[in-house]
């Protein structure tokens, strides 16, 4: 009688005949097998707005309440996020696949990011943009480097709840919506 805890060896688990050397392609690649929530982060300082669509969004604890997300670090909404006294994070929904997209244009100057799109400018927060799941005003909390980007950690200082609907997902290089329970 075989002992059925004990664990297989490796190469009775995997071929290892096919197996991709660790880099930023092969990365990728696997990666973009996995679903990951959408958000667009907002900041403002005296450079003016700046937002960006983000794919790397989690939670990270909740006492205190954390949340995280990484951004390149040549990036514009890096420079405004070492500025800022705080940004807001945006939740997107399905229908909002036009907007993260808006958003993910590299290139484009601060007001004219948000001059398509219904926001709502209140002194001394970021930009909020209306319509959305719900939004998350943090605090910096802390910064890490990680290779090319920089793993920012928000301490969630207040919750503005949105609307009730089916979150977006970026997925296969492309936007997506919930699918069926499973």
């Known amino acids: 009688m075989s002992d059925r805890s004990a664990p297989a060896p490796l190469d009775a688990v995997v071929a290892l005949d096919g197996v991709i050397p660790a880099d930023g392609a092969a990365l990728r690649a696997l990666m973009r097998r996995m679903a990951s929530p959408v958000v667009v982060v907002t900041a403002e ?3 003016g707005p700046r937002g960006a669509t983000i794919g790397s969004f989690t939670s990270v604890s909740l006492d205190p309440p954390l949340i995280s997300f990484n951004v390149t670090r040549d990036s ?5 996020l070492l500025d800022a006294n705080g940004y807001a994070v945006h939740l997107l929904a399905a229908d909002q696949a036009a907007l993260a997209a ?3 244009l590299p290139n484009l100057a601060g007001e004219a990011q948000f001059a398509p799109y219904p926001h709502h400018r209140v002194d001394g927060l970021p930009p909020l943009l209306s319509g959305t799941l719900g939004i998350l005003l943090c605090t910096p909390y802390a910064r ?3 290779g090319d980007h920089s793993v920012f950690v928000g ?11 089916a979150p977006l997902l970026y997925l296969a290089q492309a936007y997506r919506g919930v699918g069926e329970v499973v």
């Not at 514009?76 to 405004?80: N, V």
């Not at 301490?155 to 609907?165: I, N, S």
């Open 45 to 47: 300082t005296v450079e």
């Open 155 to 165: 301490e969630v200082e207040r919750v503005l709840p949105g609307r009730e609907d």
């Open 144 to 146: 890490l480097s990680a």
């Open 102 to 104: 808006h958003f993910a």
């Open 76 to 80: 514009r909404l890096h420079r405004t």
